[in-house]
């Protein structure tokens, strides 16, 4: 009997269904997550106003096909004094073309964990990078460390350069010089 047997060789939708009975597989361990996910095709979990889920109250999170709690930029720029608002990007990210948000503060990534080690896991946080890739990874770290409301700023500082929102005054040289004095 060669593999094509088994995979159909003129067998009917019965016999196959017997012949996959009886090898008396355990049933799939994810399969709850398994199933929405496919029948979703892949597509993100609603918008909010159509079903986001709200966790704890703080925010419209949606969560990613990878599982990365997410808040739109139009969300942030609108509710920005509620949260601690964390940039994952580094140093030079922070002060190049695509700038910073004002109420933002700089911890590269891998200092996440070190700098938030001490913080209220309760308190809200959002953070942030150029796309949303470091952001996912940090969101993702500090659920695992125990923050109950934590979301990343989908699309990163692209989505909010995009949305044409207000970015931190650039430091000129001439107003560095002028602060030294």
Do not use: Y
Not at 6 to 30: S, Y
Not at 68 to 94: G, I
Not at 131 to 151: D, I, N, P, W, Y
């Amino acid at each position: 009997m060669c593999s094509s047997d088994l995979l159909g060789g003129g067998r009917t939708v019965d016999e196959f269904a017997a012949i996959m009975n009886n090898l008396n597989l355990a049933p799939p361990k994810k399969l709850h997550e398994a199933v929405p996910a496919n029948q979703r095709c892949g597509l993100p979990l609603p918008v909010e106003g159509a079903g986001a889920v709200k966790i704890a109250g703080w925010a419209p999170i949606i969560r990613n096909e990878d599982g990365v709690p997410e808040v739109t930029v139009a969300w942030v720029a609108a509710n920005a004094s509620n949260f601690r608002l964390v940039d994952v990007r580094n140093p030079d990210e922070w002060e190049g073309p695509l700038g910073h948000i004002a109420s933002a503060e700089l911890v590269p990534l891998p200092t996440v964990a070190n700098a938030l080690a001490d913080a209220d896991r309760l308190a809200p946080v959002v953070v942030l990078c150029r796309s949303g890739g470091r952001s996912g990874t940090a969101a993702q770290l500090l659920e695992s460390m125990g923050f109950a409301k934590v979301a990343s700023m989908a699309g990163g500082m692209l989505a909010w350069n995009d949305s044409s929102l207000p970015l931190a005054a650039p430091v000129t040289a001439e107003a560095g010089a002028a602060s030294c004095g």
